[in-house]
Each structure stands twice: as structure tokens, then as C-alpha cells.
């Protein structure tokens, strides 16, 4: 009796080592996925968003303590190089145009039929009164090639799971912000919030992007939400209403002429 008892517990011994070696081989053997290289992310997301060509119909909230105003745009735009921006509405504004050709930004002003250069003072000044400047608005930086990146966690928010990236300007780009805090969704690869900093290390920003929604050939926020630091009561909310990144465009379109003429 004693004997089989031994044996008995040997085989269950004997069996044990079995189930643990092929769960140690099994685990081993199961690929770890690993996650996506920073830049990787970045250019994923950047891509998403830009695409090489695109127009864009869009209305800008201008949301103030006081009043809201609004304005409604047409965009083209051409890589990072070319932009060109035209005001639908409101009717004291229609005709004004903006036009952006690499660092260089000019402005068509209807009422006076005049085309004026915007020296470089003037990038840092709102655009269209709104919390967005100029060199927001045609600002040709890359996330992907103006920065250092670093990954820093994942997190849920907004109901996204985010990759949370920490973005450091590189010295010779032309950004005015020593860093930036990036959120970009698991499942779209697009932004879901982003934190700009200013150069004493406090948040100068905050853009929310929302409501995704697919727009022509690609899901895409169909609103951006700016909340500048420190001022109550203040943000500015663009809505995309109608995208197209299917649009031929060349270098040719982008035109002192044109931006006079483009409606």
C-alpha cells in the first residue's frame, strides 16, 4: 500500500513538472507586443491629420465672458508650405483672405482691395480676434521633425486610451513653447488633447480635440477646442464641417493673385 502511495505521488510530482514547463515554454514563446516607437506615433497621428493635400469648410467660435462671434472659412492647404484660408461669413468679412507660402504670410483685405505682407512681428498677434495667432494658424512645424519625443505612459482620457507623449522643441525649430504634453488615441492614432508650455514651464494652453467622426476617406475630430491659460471665460472652439484630403492641388494655386481673386 505504501509503495503505490509513493508511486502515486511521484506521477503527480512527475506530471506537476510537465504542466509547468509547458506553461514556461508557452510564455516564452508568446511574442510580447511591443509598444510603438514615439515618432512612429507621432508621424501615424500627423499623417491622420494633414494628409498631403486638403480643403476643409469650417466655422470658428470665438467664445468670450461677454459675447461669442463667430466666422465661417474655406481652407486649402499643401504639405506643410501652402495655406490659404478665405472668410465666408460674416458679411462685414467676407473676401478676407490669408495666404501662406513657406515662413512667409500675406493678407487680402477686401474692403480696401488691398494685398498686405505680414512682417514677422505680427505671427505672435491673434488671428481673426480669436485665442489662435497667426503663426497658429499657418505655422508650418512638424511634431514628428521639430521635436525630441519621449513616450511617458498610457491613460484613458476622454474615454480615449491614449499614448501620453512628451515633445521637446529642437533648437533651431521655430516654436515658441519649451514643451509639449501630446495625447494621441490607441485606436484612431489621432490627438485627443494637447498641453502647450510656456518657457517658465507652465502650461501657456490647452487644445481639446473631440467628436470624431469619419470625414471623407479618414476619421477625424471634428472639433478643436483652444483654452488659453489664465483666462477665464475665453477659448475658441473650430468645428470641421466638411473635409477633402482627395484634392489635386499644386504649388501653382497658392498665388498673390489667387488670393485676391479665390471665392
Not at 505504501?2 to 509547468?20: A, D, P
Not at 504639405?79 to 484660408?85: H, I, N, Q, R, S
Not at 477686401?110 to 514677422?120: A, E, F, G, S
Request: charged share 25%; glycine share 4%; with cysteine.
Amino acid at each position: 500500500m505504501e509503495s503505490k502511495l509513493i508511486t502515486s505521488l511521484m506521477n503527480t510530482q512527475w506530471i506537476f513538472r510537465k504542466v509547468v514547463l509547458a506553461l514556461f515554454i508557452w510564455i516564452n514563446a508568446t511574442p510580447v507586443l511591443a509598444q510603438p516607437a514615439p515618432r512612429e506615433i507621432l508621424r501615424r497621428a500627423e499623417d491622420n491629420m494633414r494628409g498631403t493635400t486638403s480643403y476643409t469648410e469650417m466655422t470658428m467660435q470665438t467664445v468670450r465672458p461677454r459675447f461669442t462671434r463667430e466666422i465661417t472659412m474655406r481652407t486649402w492647404n499643401l504639405g506643410d508650405d501652402y495655406a490659404l484660408v478665405l472668410i465666408t461669413a460674416p458679411a462685414r468679412d467676407q473676401g478676407t483672405a490669408f495666404l501662406k507660402r513657406g515662413r512667409e504670410m500675406w493678407n487680402f483685405v477686401p474692403r480696401i482691395d488691398r494685398t498686405v505682407k505680414m512682417p514677422p512681428s505680427m505671427m505672435s498677434q491673434s488671428w481673426m480676434g480669436s485665442d489662435f495667432s497667426n503663426d497658429d494658424l499657418m505655422q508650418g512645424t512638424s511634431t514628428v521633425d521639430d521635436f525630441t519625443h519621449r513616450l511617458l505612459r498610457s491613460e484613458t482620457i476622454n474615454g480615449h486610451e491614449c499614448y501620453v507623449l512628451e515633445l521637446i522643441p529642437k533648437p533651431e525649430a521655430p516654436i515658441v513653447y519649451s514643451k509639449v504634453i501630446y495625447w494621441v488615441s490607441k485606436e484612431y492614432y489621432l490627438p485627443v488633447k494637447v498641453e502647450n508650455y510656456d518657457e517658465f514651464g507652465q502650461i501657456a494652453s490647452t487644445i481639446n480635440f473631440r467628436e470624431f467622426r469619419q470625414m471623407g476617406d479618414r476619421m477625424l475630430p471634428a472639433v478643436f477646442e483652444m483654452i488659453p491659460a489664465g483666462r477665464p471665460g475665453h477659448k475658441t472652439i473650430l468645428t470641421t464641417h466638411k473635409a477633402d484630403f482627395r484634392i489635386s492641388l499644386t504649388p501653382d494655386f497658392f498665388t498673390l493673385q489667387n488670393l485676391s481673386n479665390i471665392r
